[in-house]
Every structure is written in structure tokens, then in C-alpha cells.
């Protein structure tokens, strides 16, 4: 649809007030962007120079902007600072080269695959059990997001990439400490309204192109790696890598170049670990408020499993653990917007959007949406019975985003942490520290700003 003569201009803060809602947004963007819909409404105008923010709530306009009209929305203007590391990527990238890359690499997230990815995770997952068996006898806090983070990493590294997992020990600790300039970078372009070009050799500036530098490197010995073992082995995988790499050695004239390779690579690895990672966290610090649910979450395993490791077949048979991932997903979801600019004048709920607007929808915001959910702010996984789910608006629930660029990892993602739920919370419970308190904070993704600390205990 195109913008009617009839479409109103939607209401938002204007001079001074706009730039106190500007201040907060600085400070913590998601509490201002509910207080915004709170006061304003479901779509609400922030007039920012060069191009006007629509910030759109219902989950009607969150279906009509992702799927219904989603050729007239482009990923954008608030892309750019994700753009500046992960290049032409398969999230950052559009219209032909994307459509290409897409099909490209979805046979790797075929069913089939699943299955050979769920033996790594529920390796990966053995093995954080293993290593927390000392601390838990010596009472000793672990850092449970840290760690969270390095298995999802393994996972990614294994699974996709066909990295050696005793390589991947180094690369993550390179990630490691690379991960904060990156991060400090991304955040102050994406919530300032002016930011030096990448050229200027500001400090801020400096310290991202080292570390992108350092991470280029890191890529070239995964790929180098890669190639090498092809070489030798002539093997036949399917994983994403394998996919990546067959194109870009393809000399018909149709392969993919080596900077398309390396941007992918890095998409992979920035979209697939720190995501699930942070789910998975966020489900251990809500479990470890809610005892009740905990039990049912044991009641379950044990009347399944009884005692031995799960495997891909068990999980259709452990509905309550899947729930309390699903509720997880609404509160704190990894992903907290989606922003969008439009390619022409539109009209989104009967309010006028002009060309180039920034049409920025959260998941955050929309998961509390009060008409959709009650007492939003409650973790209740009840919510997630099959017959509430089919109740409910297909687009008042998008952890995974919605429409074409749907995450393309979603069944990947979902697999990794029920195995992971499952085979950790059959060993341990976990108790938050008071002098560790735990702050949400959004740098890309929704992840606790200093670590999630907790203490392991032996399940009763
Ligand atoms: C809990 C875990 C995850 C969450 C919450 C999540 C969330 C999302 C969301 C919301 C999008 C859509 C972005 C947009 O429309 O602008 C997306 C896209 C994407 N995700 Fe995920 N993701 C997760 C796990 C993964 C995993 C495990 C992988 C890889 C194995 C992955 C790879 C990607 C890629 C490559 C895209 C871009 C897809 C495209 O545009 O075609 N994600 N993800």
C-alpha cells in the first residue's frame, strides 16, 4: 500500500520532550520505547533528522511491515554500524545478492542436518556438566553466560564451520578479547544521531579496525583450515562452510568472492553463538527466581529420561522444558529490534510513512504488548501450551523475527538449547549472587552487562 490522503501524521515528542525521550533512550532504549507506546500509542513519530523513527508495537503492523508489505522495507540506515564488521553478509545484505546467499546456504539448516548437529550439542552440553563438577563441591561462582557463550560458539564452530574443536579453544579467546571494541563501536553508532566516519582516526575508530583486522585474521585460518582439509580428504560436507567454500571455488564464472566468503563466515558467528547463548542464559537466571518451575522442569525429565542423556527424539516428549525456552525468548529476547527503512511512502495502521522513514520494531516491546499478553512482566511458560499458542496473534511472539528474512537458524537455535536445558538442569541448579546483580543491557543483542555469577548445586 502506498500512503492514502486520508493517513494521519502519528503522534510522538516533539522539542523538548523528544529530547528528554532521547536522553532515556540513550540510557535504556527498550524502558523509553514502552513508555513511548505507553503514552502514544502503537505507532509513535520521532521527528530525527535526516529521516523520521517510526517506533510500530501491534502486531498487526509488525505482520504488515515483515510479511505483508515487506518488499517496501529494507534493513537500512540502522543496519550500517552491524554492516561495518559483518559486510555483505546474509543479515545485513539485500535484494538479489541476498536471495542468492539464502538459497545457497539452506540446505545446511536442512532436517537431516539437525540430527548430526544434535550429537555435538549434547556433546558440548556434557561437557559443561563436567567441567561445573568442581565448582559445585567447592562452592565456587561461575560465570554462567561466559560459558554459555563458549559452548554456543563450539556448536557454531563444529557445526558450521568444521572447525577442529581443539582450534576453537584459541579462536574463542581471540573473540573474547576482541568482542568489547566491537561491541562499544556498534552501540555508540547505532544510538547516536551523528558519528565520526570510519576514516577519522578517532580512538573509538582505531580500536574497531584493529579488532576487525584481528577478527579477518582469525577467519582466513578458519577458511585456510578449511580449504586445506578439502583438499586432502575430498570431502563431501554439507555444513555451511562447505556450501560457502564449494561456490567460492566454483570457476565457472559464477562464485562467490573471497570478501563474500569472509562476510559471511563472520555473519555466522556473530548471529549463531551469542544469540542462543544469551537465551540460554537468561532461561538459567529466570529458573533460578522460580523454584516451581524448576521442579516441573525435573518432574519432566525424569519421567522421560529417567536419568540418561537426551537425544533429538526425546525433546517432542519434554513440551514443559520447550515452554519455559519459549517464555525465556518473550521477556529477554536476544534480539530486541528490528529496524527497517521504507523504499517508498506508505501507510502503516492509517498513519502516513514517508520514503526513507526508519520503521523500528521490538520484540521487546511488543512481547509485553498489554492487549496481547497479561501481566506481561510475570515468566509464566503456560503461555506456550499449544492451544494458547494457536489463540494467539502469530505476530505478537517474534523472537525469530517474522516473514522472508525469518531467522534462518531458528530450528538450529531452538534444538541446541532445549538439549542443553535438558541435560544441564538434570545435574545442577543454579542461584543468583546478591553481590553480582544482574543488569540487562543491549549491545546488539539483550545480554547481562556483567556476566550472569552464579553458584551450581547439586540437583535434590
Ligand atoms: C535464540 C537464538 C536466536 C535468535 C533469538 C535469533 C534471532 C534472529 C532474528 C530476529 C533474525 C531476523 C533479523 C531481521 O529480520 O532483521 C535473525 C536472522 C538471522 N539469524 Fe538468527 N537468531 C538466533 C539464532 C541463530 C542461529 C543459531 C543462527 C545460525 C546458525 C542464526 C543465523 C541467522 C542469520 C544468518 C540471519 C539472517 C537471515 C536472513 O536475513 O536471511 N540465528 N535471527
Redesign the pocket.
Known amino acids: 500500500m502506498t500512503s492514502s490522503k486520508h493517513a494521519r501524521c502519528a503522534p510522538g515528542p516533539h522539542g523538548v520532550a523528544l529530547w528528554h525521550s532521547l536522553r532515556r533512550m540513550r540510557r535504556s532504549a527498550l524502558t523509553e520505547y514502552e513508555r513511548l507506546r505507553e503514552q502514544f500509542g502503537d505507532v509513535v513519530r520521532l521527528p530525527i533528522l535526516p529521516h523520521p523513527v517510526y517506533l510500530v508495537s501491534h502486531p498487526d503492523a509488525v505482520q504488515y511491515v515483515l510479511r505483508e508489505n515487506a518488499r517496501n522495507y529494507r534493513?537500512g540506515l540502522l543496519f550500517k554500524p552491524i554492516a561495518a564488521l559483518q559486510g555483505q553478509g546474509?543479515?545485513t545484505s539485500e535484494g538479489e545478492l541476498?536471495t542468492r546467499q539464502?538459497r545457497l546456504v539452506q540446505p545446511a539448516f536442512h532436517r537431516r542436518q539437525l540430527a548430526m548437529f544434535a550429537e555435538v550439542m549434547v556433546d558440548e552440553a556434557r561437557a559443561v556438566v563436567q567441567e561445573w563438577r568442581q565448582p559445585m563441591q567447592t562452592r565456587t561462582p561461575v560465570n554462567v553466560a561466559e560459558r554459555m557463550n563458549r559452548l554456543t560458539f563450539n556448536v557454531?564452530g563444529r557445526v558450521?564451520l568444521g572447525a577442529d574443536p581443539g582450534a576453537l579453544a584459541a579462536y574463542s579467546g581471540t573473540l573474547r578479547a576482541i568482542a568489547l571494541p566491537l561491541l562499544q563501536f556498534i552501540n555508540a553508532r547505532a544510538t547516536r544521531l551523528w558519528a565520526p566516519p570510519l576514516w577519522v582516526p578517532t580512538p573509538r575508530n582505531w580500536r574497531f579496525r584493529r579488532a576487525v583486522a584481528v577478527y579477518d585474521a582469525l577467519v582466513q585460518q578458519i577458511i585456510a583450515a578449511r580449504r586445506q582439509a578439502r583438499q586432502h580428504t575430498g570431502e563431501q560436507a554439507t555444513d555451511v562452510l562447505a556450501l560457502l567454500l564449494a561456490a567460492c571455488d566454483d570457476t565457472s564464472g559464477a562464485g562467490m568472492s573471497e570478501r563474500q566468503l569472509r562476510d559471511e563466515v563472520i555473519?555466522?558467528i556473530g548471529?549463531?553463538a551469542e544469540?542462543?547463548a544469551h537465551?540460554l542464559s537468561w532461561t538459567w537466571y529466570l529458573l533460578a527466581h522460580h523454584p516451581e518451575i524448576v521442579r516441573r522442569v525435573h518432574t519432566e525429565l525424569d519421567t522421560v529420561l529417567s536419568g540418561r542423556t537426551p537425544t533429538q527424539q526425546d525433546l517432542p516428549h519434554l513440551p514443559y522444558s520447550r515452554m519455559v525456552l519459549a517464555e525465556a525468548?518473550r521477556l529477554y529476547?536476544?534480539?530486541v529490534v528490528?529496524p527497517r527503512q521504507a523504499n517508498a511512502p506508505d501507510e502503516i495502521s492509517g498513519y502516513a510513512i514517508p520514503q526513507d522513514a526508519v520503521v523500528v520494531i521490538s520484540q521487546y516491546v511488543t512481547h509485553r504488548h498489554p492487549e496481547f499478553w497479561s501481566e506481561p512482566e510475570q515468566f509464566q511458560p503456560e503461555r506456550f501450551t499449544p492451544e494458547q499458542e494457536a489463540r494467539r496473534h502469530r505476530c505478537a511472539y517474534i523472537?525469530?523475527?517474522e516473514g522472508p528474512?525469518?531467522?534462518?537458524?531458528?530450528a538450529?537455535?531452538l534444538l541446541e538449547?532445549h538439549l542443553v536445558l535438558a541435560i544441564i538442569a538434570q545435574a545442577y541448579t543454579f542461584q543468583v549472587m546478591p553481590e553480582h546483580p544482574v543488569i540487562p543491557e543491549v549491545a546488539v543483542t539483550l545480554r547481562p552487562r556483567d556476566g550472569l555469577w552464579m553458584t551450581v548445586h547439586a540437583r535434590q
Do not use: D, N, Q
Request: with cysteine; charged share 15%.
Open positions: 534493513k546474509l543479515l541476498w539464502r557454531v558450521l555473519t555466522f548471529a549463531g544469540t542462543s537465551a525468548l529476547p536476544p534480539s528490528l523472537p525469530f523475527g528474512r525469518r531467522c534462518i537458524g531458528e538450529f537455535a538449547m
